[in-house]
Every structure is written in structure tokens, then in C-alpha cells.
């Protein structure tokens, strides 16, 4: 069932800090099964590389099952490799052939600054978060759970936006380095939910004011979509819009009103 | 060293669990009626640190941070959100009998202490139970997007282990929406001020001053730097150990070193051999893996598990007739079938790919078949109900499980052993808690489905507020001491000369290298079955390749800046230690029960065999100087609400 793929090469970016200068390192792969996951790759190319007495390749990653969003890769130009909807860690050998010769880089963007050869700095999304992407509910005060009938139309799209896994790929794949998708996507996710119409408004206008400040500007490329390793739509990006429209132009006591 | 039971120097730490009076269902009413309160205005003069920002970390920091307490939160990983809760996928338990079949907080309780094979505190237990209900609430109002009926009410769906339906679901991303949940709750609390938040930051040491935990030195991984911080309690919620078996469904990072840390300075380890072996697992396709993938249990739902009767079958799954077909589960358990609990499910599995009917490959693999489900609720509903999990099947697996049955296999998945705590969740080191998995507290031997996202959102949200409370409220006006003491600075120095020394070595051999042998004697001495010979076995390999780890170890790069090949190796050293303590503690315990089997100990058709007379205990475990040479601990346990029964789930 497995097949070895032969003569793989991997120009790979190394950069020693934030500061430094960085460049493009070539390392050949002999041999390795397709069965084996691009990031068991880099394992097996790092092991070699200590054994040698090289220092070994910095990447981030962690669950390798493409849910906690640590792992960040361009591959070959490409955020997250060349399979649609699918993170780093769950892209194997088998979406490659021998031969082939693969450009491996960080995700490049200002808002996401390098600290070591492939891993950057993403701590600007907990920003956004920190600024209002959350509902108000101190422990203790609660309600029961089934006080509040949700539609299961309206649960499932709120799941669809929240299944973000915050790895930033829409921000390495964006021309404008812009982190629209993301932040529109916990807002889709808060603001469908009846739960979350209480801070709606100034839930949006604390985000988008905090996003705007860190990242680029949303031309519409669409690019960010077909990067992410979730499949999230760009309608995130429309309903995003549309809120932070009218919390802008509205009297926000208004709003609360209506 | 030879084994002999000079070794075990026992009971050298006098152990209270604190367990409060009354009856089982008011011991927790009785505690809060009781306990201590720090007044709003005095809960900023004091300080406590949360290491690790999982479901246990994150909701016990966003929590405190609320009543107004100071937090420092602390994570190795660059945000809050990456911990390993995130992965948990199928679903939370909560004793809301929403489905009016009979559940209750007795029954929960019940199904848990039954499930952890009679090893659990019972008090501890049920108190879980109870909050079960508040954290189901306190999800919603955090906006997580359980699994709703078309009528709007919230979904449940049935987990190993249990008759009822207690399982709140989104879809197979339970523990990360409720992560998500924790970590926006916390994040708010962030932006606030409440919490001072350190990310990167891996925990080298606890600090212990005349006897309370006074803070932890830290490593900052981009900069390699030491640091101190110092507080008036500390709470470890740094996850499981189910690393030391090197392959697991556990993410790369997750590591046992800030509960070993706490060991080494004196916090007793309690249960160091149950380990989880979790039955669904996609199996290892060749040497180089580095890592196992989970699929969730709520598989086993519709799921048929078989193995074909014949060894030497070569036809694919689909052309083998019904009656070559071997339902294990349904035939050896069948009134909780393919539900049957995960060390039950993990053995039998276990047994018929020694036996040779494994499939696949390598043999190594048993068929979890959904042809008849597809065929009673149609593919829609199944795709709706298990798509991404089937997606992530044929990522990994290279298959189509909608078309052939998918392969499964056991692996490490959960460790229930931990730190040892008191009902309070205090380590026996004051000031010193530990919450989520990192503790030993709620699930004896084994842990049923669903029961993790719930102990660690149990301790976080509904415990911890209240026990550090009751803990601090005495410490009011007097002095703590700060980073100059100079225990902090000999802290500071041991870890640099720590990290520094794994640098000097200049062997051969990577860090995982050794982390892959060092998993592979525990896996197969101290994994799904032990036997008294294999342990000592294992108890000889062990310390010669830490031998070998410490003479031959090579890190490249230096100490001063982001080193990741340095951070295995801290990693991997302690995981060295505290293997020889999980085979010590499996050795010591001549029993079977739950996840801990001991073939030696078994019944006539193959179950676990207890032996509740000599080891109805909790074994906790004190550092002795050396990893060979730890001191055990006894705490008796005691059952009065529910009777001592030989498990079955026949």
C-alpha cells in the first residue's frame, strides 16, 4: 500500500532572529514512505541534522491533528501546502513525487514577525481576542443551558465560523497581510448566537479597531478562503462589515433598542 | 539495584485529603458552608500563578482573575488557545438528564467511580458530578456551539461506559470549542489587566520556602532566558504524561516536567501507572511516526468493531461474509456492546491482533465498520454526524471509511495517574494545587469518554475559586517572600546549569532519539498488560539508556535563543524518571484494575482481577533522591455510597 518517494529537495528559510538576515538552505531528502506526514519529514531531517552536529530546523507545531492552529508553513507559495482544507500537519508525502523539489517558508506578513527560520510571532491575534471577541459571562451566574432554544440552522453556522483555528494562514495568504477572515469569523460565530447580541456592536467596533491597527487592509482577493485549513467562508468578512457599519453610523442605544 | 521491598520506605509524608463530613451528596455543600472567604477589596493584594492554559488552566485563571485575585497565566505555547484540550473530540459529560432517561448526579458519580474500577476518592467524585450540571451552563453563556435538536435544545449523544445519553457535542470539536470558550473568557480578563499573561514560557522549577510553594522559575523559549515569579499559590493545570510512551495521541509539546519539578521539590505523585490506552486510534503505519491519532469514541456509537475469525484472511473487509466475521465486543460485552470502556475495548482489541486477526498492512489494526449504520441511517446523517472525523480518517489513512471499514488500534491517550492532591486540589505542598489531568483526583484506573474536558472545567471553574479562597484567606497582611530570596536564585542557577549541561554533553544521539527508545521499553513493559518480569525488566533497561542519555545526548544551537532540540531534551530527561516511576508504582501493584493490567491478576475469561483488601489504595509516591529510589505512600480509600463490586459490563 505504501510507496517511497526518492530524491526529494527542500529549500528551507533559515533566519537566525527577528534581526537577521535570512536565506534559503538546501537539504536532499534520499528516501521517505509516502505514508509519512510532511512534518514526520522535517522530524527525520531535523534527527539528521543533530546527529550531525547542525542545529536543527525551527518549525512550530503541536497536535498534528489539525485543530490547534500551531503549525504555519508556506509550501511551494502556498499556506499550508497544496491539499484544500488541510493544515501542515495532516498533509502527507503522498501529495508529493519523487523528484520534486519543495520551497518550505514561514508565513510572511508584518503583523506576524519571524523569531527563528520557519516560526513567527501570532501573538497580534490574541490581541484582537483581547479587545472583544468573547461574551460576557462571569463564572457562576449562568443560566440553564436550555433556557435559551438556539434554531439548529443558527448553532450549526455559528460552529461553521468557530471552527477557526487561529493558525493565520488567511493573514500569510492575503496580498494586504490583512486578518479579516479570522476576525470575521469570531464575530459570525458571537453574533449569530443569541447569547452574543448583548455586545454585538461594541464587540465588533473593539475588534476591527484592533485588527486595523496590527494588519493590512481587506481588498476582497479572496485568497484568504482558499488558504484556510477550515474551509471558512468569506461571508465572515460581509457580516463583519455590515455590524461594523451599523455600529458605526447607528446610535448604539438605538441599536440596543431595536 | 535490586527489587526488594527494603526500597519502599512507607508512609513517610502524613497524607490528609481533607475529605468534609457528612454524607457523600452534602460533603461539597458542607465545605463551601464552612470554608474561609478573602473579602472582594482584599482578593488584588494577592497574586497566584496558573501554569498552563488548557480547559483546567484558562478557566481556573479567567475565573480567579473575576473575583479579582492577581494572575499570572503562563504557557509554553505561543497563545493560550494551542493547549492539548483543544483536541479532545467527542464531547462532554453532564448530568443534566436532558433526554429524561434516567440520568442524575448519583448516576454520573455512580458510572465514574465504577468506570475508574473502584480507585477514585469518592468524595472527589461526586463533587464532579455535581458541578457537571453549572458547566454545561456556564459553556452556553460562553457562546460554545453545542450540537442543538431542530427544536433548539441542546443534543446529547452516549459515550462508553454509560446507559444513558450525557454527552454534549459540537460536532467532533468538543474540546476545542470549549477551549475556545475558557480561552475568550480568559483573554477578556487579559485585556482587563486581571491576568498578566507569559506565553513561550516553559516552567523549570517550583520554589518551595519553609515549606509553601512561593513561586516557579521559568525558561523564556524565544530568548532563553531565567526568570522568577513568585505568588502566594501556585496551581499547575500542565496536562498529562501519556509522552512517556513517546507515541500517543497526545500533541508534541505535552511533557510532564512542571509535575516532575513539583515532585522533585516534594509533591507526591500519585498513580503513576494508570495510564489510558484509548482503544480508537488510527494505527502506526511505519517506523518513522512520530505521533498517534485519535478517533473519538463517539465513533462507537454506530461503529461495529470485528476482526475477521480467520488469521490467515486476505479478502478486503467488504467481500468477508457476516459469519466469518468476529463482533468482538458485541459477543464478549453485549449489553454495552461496542460501548464497552476504553481499557475493556483496548485489551480485547489487543488480544485477537497477538492472536494474528489483525488486518491491515501490518496486522496491527481492527476494523471499526460503519456499512450498517450507513445502511440503517443513511450516509447523510452519518456524514453529518462523524464527517470531519472521517475526513481526518482518509487524510491520514489514505481511505475512504465511507467505503471501507476504518482500521483502528489502541493508543496512549490519557494518563489518570498525577499529582497528589486533597479534596481541596492542594498538592501535599501547601500553597501548591493542581487541577485537570495533572492531578490524580477524579478518575481512579480508568477514565470514561467525555469525563476529562469535564474534571478539567470542574476544577478551573467550580473548584479551585473556592479551595485557593479558603487557602489564602489566612496568609491576609502577612509578608511573601520575593524573587530576591535566595532560594529563587538557587532555583535560577540549577536551571541554567541544567540547560547548560544537556549543551556540554556533546554525544551522538538526538534527544528523540532517546525519547523514542525510552517509549518504546515503556510501551512494552508498561503498557496495555504488565507482568511482574517485564517491569523489572524495564527496570533494569531504563536507567542504563538514561545512562546512556546522559553521557551521549547531543544538542546543537545554544541556550540563549529559541532552541527547540534543547527544550526535548529537558523534556525527555524528565520523562526518563518518571517512566522508572510508572513501572516501580505498575510493579508494586499486584492487582489489576482499570488501565493498569497485570496479567498475573486476571480472571478466568481475562477481566481484571482486583485484589481490594491489600490495594483499595491510592498509591502516592515521594521523591527519594533518586528516580530508583522513590518512598511510597498510602491513602486508604474508603467507600461508603457505593458498594465495592466486581466491574462487569456484560
Known amino acids: ?258 | 539495584m535490586t527489587l526488594t521491598d527494603e526500597l519502599f520506605a512507607k508512609n513517610t509524608v502524613k497524607l490528609d485529603s481533607k475529605i468534609p463530613d457528612g454524607p457523600v451528596a452534602d460533603k461539597w455543600d458542607n465545605y463551601k458552608e464552612n470554608m474561609k472567604l478573602v473579602n472582594p477589596n482584599n482578593k488584588r493584594k494577592f497574586k497566584v500563578i496558573v501554569v498552563g492554559t488548557g480547559l483546567a488552566g484558562a478557566s481556573a485563571a479567567a475565573t480567579l482573575a473575576e473575583l479579582g485575585y492577581q494572575v499570572d497565566a503562563f504557557t509554553f505555547h505561543d497563545s493560550a488557545r494551542r493547549a492539548h484540550s483543544i483536541a479532545a473530540q467527542g464531547g462532554i459529560n453532564g448530568a443534566k438528564n436532558y433526554k429524561g432517561d434516567g440520568d442524575s448526579v448519583h448516576r454520573l458519580f455512580y458510572d465514574t467511580v465504577k468506570g475508574g474500577d473502584f480507585r477514585a476518592r469518592e468524595a472527589n467524585v461526586h463533587r464532579l458530578a455535581q458541578v457537571s450540571v453549572d458547566i454545561i451552563d456556564q459553556m452556553v453563556a460562553q457562546g460554545v456551539p453545542f450540537a442543538r435538536e431542530y427544536g433548539g435544545l441542546l443534543d446529547n449523544r452516549s459515550f462508553g461506559g454509560a446507559q444513558v445519553s450525557r454527552t454534549f457535542y459540537a460536532r467532533g470539536q468538543t474540546g476545542q470549542q470549549l477551549l475556545l470558550g475558557a480561552y475568550q473568557q480568559f483573554s477578556r480578563q487579559v485585556g482587563l489587566g486581571g491576568i498578566s499573561l507569559y506565553n513561550r514560557s516553559e516552567l523549570i522549577d517550583i520554589v518551595v520556602i519553609d515549606g509553601r510553594a512561593s513561586g516557579i522559575v521559568v525558561r523564556d523559549l524565544v530568548t532563553g532566558e531565567i526568570s522568577s515569579h513568585a505568588a502566594h499559590a501556585v496551581v499547575l493545570a500542565t496536562g498529562g504524561y501519556g509522552n512517556a510512551f513517546f507515541l500517543s495521541t497526545n500533541a508534541m509539546a505535552c511533557n510532564v516536567t512542571a509535575a516532575w519539578r513539583a515532585h522533585r521539590k516534594g509533591a507526591l505523585f500519585a498513580n503513576p501507572c494508570y495510564t489510558q490506552i484509548h482503544p480508537t486510534c488510527i494505527p502506526q503505519s511505519d517506523d518513522s511516526q512520530s505521533k498517534l491519532t485519535l478517533m473519538s469514541e463517539s465513533l462507537r456509537n454506530d461503529g461495529r468493531v470485528w476482526v475477521p475469525t480467520n488469521p490467515d484472511e486476505t479478502r478486503q473487509a467488504r467481500d468477508i461474509p457476516e459469519e466469518e466475521r468476529d463482533y468482538y465486543l458485541e459477543r464478549l460485552y453485549p449489553s454495552f456492546g461496542n460501548l464497552a470502556p476504553r481499557d475493556i475495548s483496548s485489551r480485547a482489541a489487543k488480544r485477537l491482533v497477538d492472536k494474528g486477526q489483525g488486518v491491515g498492512p501490518k496486522k496491527n489494526g481492527v476494523y471499526l465498520d460503519f456499512s450498517e449504520a450507513i445502511e440503517r441511517l443513511g450516509h447523510d446523517v452519518v456524514q453529518e454526524r462523524y464527517g470531519n472525523l472521517f475526513e481526518m480518517y482518509e487524510r491520514i489513512a489514505g481511505e475512504n471509511p465511507y467505503e471501507t471499514p476504518m482500521r483502528i488500534y489502541p493508543a496512549s491517550h490519557y494518563t489518570m495517574g498525577g499529582l497528589w492532591v486533597d479534596y481541596e486540589l492542594q498538592t501535599n505542598i501547601p500553597g501548591l494545587y493542581a487541577a485537570g489531568e495533572a492531578n490524580f483526583s477524579d478518575h481512579g484506573a480508568n477514565r470514561l469518554g467525555a469525563s476529562a474536558l469535564m474534571q478539567g472545567l470542574s476544577d478551573g471553574y467550580f473548584v479551585l475559586p473556592y479551595t485557593i479562597g479558603n487557602g489564602l484567606a489566612p496568609l491576609l497582611g502577612k509578608s511573601m517572600p520575593g524573587i530576591d530570596h535566595p532560594e529563587f536564585k538557587a532555583a535560577e542557577e540549577a536551571a541554567r546549569e541544567r540547560f547548560n549541561a544537556y549543551l556540554a554533553i556533546n554525544g551522538t544521539k538526538s534527544p528523540d532519539y532517546f525519547h523514542r527508545e525510552l517509549g518504546k521499553i515503556i510501551w512494552d513493559y508498561c503498557g496495555m498488560e504488565r507482568t511482574e518480569e517485564g517491569l523489572k525488566k524495564a527496570l533494569e533497561l531504563l536507567p542504563a539508556l538514561y545512562q546512556e542519555f546522559k553521557t551521549d545526548l547531543r544538542v546543537t544551537g545554544d541556550g540563549d535563543n529559541m532552541n527547540q532540540t534543547l527544550e526535548k531534551a529537558g523534556r525527555v530527561d524528565d520523562f526518563f524518571q518518571l517512566g522508572m516511576l510508572m513501572c516501580r508504582d505498575a510493579l508494586d501493584r499486584n492487582e489489576s484494575c482499570g488501565g493498569h493490567f497485570r496479567s498475573e491478576y486476571q480472571t478466568d475469561d481475562g477481566e481484571a482481577l482486583r485484589d481490594d483488601e491489600n490495594y483499595c489504595h491510592v498509591a502516592a509516591w515521594q521523591w527519594g533522591g533518586d528516580p530508583m529510589t522513590p518512598n511510597l505512600n498510602v491513602e486508604p480509600l474508603e467507600f461508603e455510597a457505593v458498594h465495592l463490586a466486581t466491574r462487569s459490563y456484560k
Open chain 1, 1 to 258: 500500500m505504501s510507496n517511497h518517494l526518492k530524491n526529494i529537495t527542500l529549500r528551507i528559510w533559515r533566519q537566525a532572529g527577528p534581526a537577521a538576515k535570512g536565506n534559503f538552505e538546501t537539504h536532499v531528502v534520499d528516501e521517505i514512505t509516502d505514508e509519512a506526514s510532511f512534518l514526520e519529514m522535517l522530524d527525520i531531517l531535523n534527527d539528521k541534522l543533530v546527529t550531525e552536529g547542525k542545529e536543527a530546523v525551527v518549525f512550530d507545531h503541536d497536535c498534528r491533528e489539525g485543530i490547534c492552529g500551531t503549525c504555519s508553513l508556506m509550501i511551494d507559495g502556498q499556506a499550508h501546502g497544496p491539499q484544500r482544507g488541510t493544515a501542515t500537519c495532516q498533509l502527507h508525502m503522498r501529495q508529493f513525487k519523487s523528484n520534486d523539489t519543495i520551497t518550505i517558508e514561514p508565513w510572511r506578513a508584518s503583523a506576524f514577525p519571524i523569531i527563528k527560520d520557519l516560526m513567527v510571532d501570532r501573538s497580534a491575534f490574541d490581541r484582537i481576542i483581547e479587545s472583544g471577541g468573547y461574551i460576557t459571562a462571569d463564572t457562576g451566574g449562568a443560566p440553564d443551558a436550555n433556557l435559551i432554544p438556539i434554531s439548529k440552522i443558527v448553532a450549526d453556522a455559528a460552529m461553521d465560523s468557530a471552527a477557526c483555528i487561529g493558525c493565520g494562514a488567511c493573514v500569510a495568504a492575503c496580498p494586504n497581510g490583512a486578518a479579516n477572515l479570522f476576525t470575521g469569523a469570531k464575530i459570525a460565530h458571537l453574533s449569530r448566537l443569541p447569547q452574543g447580541q448583548a455586545e454585538r456592536y461594541s464587540r465588533v467596533e473593539a475588534m476591527v479597531e484592533t485588527m486595523d491597527e496590527k494588519f493590512g487592509s481587506c481588498t476582497n482577493h479572496g485568497e484568504c478562503e482558499a488558504a484556510c485549513p477550515k474551509e471558512i467562508s468569506i461571508d465572515v468578512i460581509a457580516l463583519m462589515n455590515k455590524d461594523f457599519r451599523k455600529a458605526k453610523f447607528a446610535n448604539r442605544k438605538d441599536l440596543a433598542r431595536k
